[in-house]
């Protein structure tokens, strides 16, 4: 392999770059908003170590002598306030660019360092004296903290930045400007209880901190694919979602098996037929994009009421809807929620219609239909396309009752059984009915006692 293969490689396991090529615009959205949280977390984590920090450094007695010139910490300490404040300000106007946020990293872990160098200042003591404190430990926090941004290319600033400020101080230790060598041990009990330097021991520490940034970094890169399939699959569920009733798109999200054809329960649910008349003659007269936006107009303003009266929309037939009430999600109201949505709907239609005759537009007629009984709801199709839909003769009785709607000369019609079962259930009438018994329907056998809504609600 190339010399710039294996950097080509190497760039993409840092940055990211190769999946990053590959991803949508949402996915990268969705992946930035995550980010974007992400820094905002982070920024009050840092906040809240700064508190915490400058509350212990108060309360705690001082063991450095009274007469020590300076102490660097509160100084330390307020200089990273600010700066943390000006990052949660950027951070919730997401404007936090790339370069600031690796200045942010290499000056988390400077803080730390200077800090660390100080105490031999504070206690008046040689440089060795620091390389003791177990205030390094807070490198892996800080190292830590860039993982929740899912990109390995700031876990690997911030333990590079970290290995290089250790082996610096721990340089600056062993030359001490302007004082002796000091001297180095081969013993752990010497290096802890005098200013000996065991050389060993602080090559153990930047090795382990470049284990934990590699680990971290090989970590997040394997999380990141998963973070991405996970809002990949969020975002085409939510797509699918849209396709199926919410409820079913809920039993599908939980389901513990997979759909499969020829599943299906018998339920007592009420179904709805809904037809556009006229639409055939205007599929000839508008243009494709005048047709769609119709039946978009047409769409917007009767699903949400099919939906409002907890029904679930079972297909689109062109211009006709059939719907569903107590099929999805089992309901002991779906006779009444039937009875309601109609009202609603009819009140809808005829607002419609009212509007397009003030723009000068042909007002359409909607017939619509309703009726309960004993249904099929389940899954048909190929293995390869399937559907969730309502069977059984309610379903082909509303389809011919929506039909007889034009003939009767009323626009919406229902059967007197289901309207009984309607007002058990606590539906009240809010418009003008119609009994119209022993109407003969093109394709029924008997007579069928029918219920015609003649007039909106109001």
Known sequence: MRLDQVAARAADFIFGAKAQRGLSSRVRRRIEEHQATSEIIIGWIQACAISFFAIVYTISPKAFPPDTPFEPVPWTLGIYAVFTAVRIALA???????????????????????????????????????LKAPTLMYVFILIA?????????YVLIAGSCSALGWLALFVYAVLRPGEAAPAFTHSYVDYITSYRILGGAEIDKILSILMVTAILALALVRARKLLVNSIEEELAAADLARFFPSELADQLRHAQFEPVKGQGVRCDAAILAIDLRGFTQLSHDLSPGELMGLL???????????????????KYLGDGILASFGAVAPSTNHASDLCCAIEALIAVTQ?????????????????MAGAAGE???????????????????????????????????????????????????????LGAVKQ?????????ADPIDLIAFTRHPG
Do not use: C
Not at 351 to 367: K, T
Not at 389 to 418: D, F, H, M
């Open 92 to 130: 919730y106007r997401r404007h936090l660019t790339r370069g600031f946020l690796t200045v942010s990293t290499v000056v988390d872990i400077a803080v730390l360092m200077i800090t660390i160098w100080s105490f031999h200042l504070q206690y008046q003591a040689p440089p060795a004296l620091y």
């Open 145 to 153: 903290l860039r993982t929740l941004r899912f990109e390995p290319l």
């Open 296 to 314: 978009g107009e047409y769409h917007s303003r009767l699903v949400p009421v099919i939906e409002r009266y907890h029904g679930s929309i079972d």
């Open 351 to 367: 607002a419609w219609q009212a509007e397009r005759r003030e723009s000068g537009l042909p007002a359409l007629a909607i017939g």
């Open 375 to 429: 249904v099929v709801f389940g899954v048909i199709g190929h293995e390869t396309r399937l559907e969730y839909t309502v069977i059984g003769e309610v379903v082909n009785l509303v389809t011919k009752l929506e039909k007889a709607t034009k003939q009767n000369g009323v626009p919406a019609l229902v059967t007197r059984q289901t309207y009984d079962l309607a007002i058990a259930q606590g539906f009240t009438p």
């Open 436 to 444: 119209l018994p022993g109407r003969l329907i093109a394709g029924v």
